[in-house]
């Protein structure tokens, strides 16, 4: 299995800050990778796909990079409505797997 | 707007099957992938497994010998069923949609939650 490592596993930030979070794959991925957004009790959201495109209707404050084992998100100004957690996904190889969170917390 | 919503008990018995429907809306369920991903309350994300537009199948290995999916394309409807549940299988369960095996999930159900509970 592809093993998805996500870091910080939880960060306190103010509203206007950049944030970045990292995620590292056990092997090389391509660009297979995608971000998801979650807040409580409700359905993950799809933020990124192939590693660095936006889906529709996600705001450019949110940008993917990265490629093979090293991957990025960042968040270049930290909006209230941002505060959530977030999941790295591979989607080259099966079975899919996901990393294992970061939360982002206000300070 | 393609939308999908996960059906089923939400209390299963230890022993038995857990058995979810995923109904689809807005569009075909033909021509794509479905998938099940589940989340134990308070933990991180799993995929359980994915049954595709013909009917063919690709679990976890984790769960490989407990679970079954299928596709009825007359109700638009893919299902799950797991059997010899434990609490362990306590989890929310969504249902989601990609267009291919080696692409991203573009639609998600809202999410059932399923306890495991004598």
């Known amino acids: 299995d592809i093993q998805m490592t996500q870091s910080p596993s939880s960060l306190s930030a103010s509203v206007g800050d950049r944030v970045t979070i990292s995620c590292r794959a056990s092997?090389?991925?391509?660009?297979?990778l995608a971000w998801f957004q979650q807040k409580p009790g409700k359905a993950p959201k799809s933020l990124i796909y192939?590693?660095?495109n936006l889906q529709s209707g996600v705001p450019s404050r949110f940008t993917g990079g990265g490629s093979g084992t090293d991957f990025t998100l960042t968040i270049s100004s930290l909006q209230p409505e941002d505060f959530a957690t977030y999941f790295c996904?591979?989607?080259?190889?099966?079975?899919?797997?996901f990393g294992g969170g970061t939360k982002v917390e206000i300070k | 707007q393609v939308q999908l919503q996960e059906s089923g008990p939400g209390l299963v018995k230890p022993s038995e099957t857990l058995s979810l429907t995923c109904s689809v809306s807005?569009?075909?369920?033909?021509?794509?992938?479905w998938s099940w991903i589940r989340q134990p309350p308070g933990k991180g994300l799993e995929w359980v497994g994915y049954?595709?537009?013909?009917?063919?199948?690709n679990y976890n290995p984790s769960l490989k010998s407990r679970v079954t999916m299928s596709l009825d394309t007359s109700k638009n409807q893919f299902s799950l069923k797991l059997n010899s549940v434990t609490a362990a299988d306590t989890a929310v369960f969504y249902c989601?949609?990609?267009?291919?095996?080696?692409?991203?999930?573009?639609?998600w159900g809202q999410g059932t939650l399923v306890t495991v509970s004598s």
């Open positions: 989601a949609r990609s267009v291919g095996a080696w692409s991203p999930w573009d639609y």
């Open positions: 807005g569009g075909s369920i033909s021509s794509y992938y």
């Open positions: 049954v595709d537009y013909s009917g063919s199948t």
């Open positions: 092997q090389g991925i391509s660009n297979y």
């Open positions: 192939a590693a660095s």
């Open positions: 996904q591979q989607y080259h190889g099966y079975p899919l797997t």
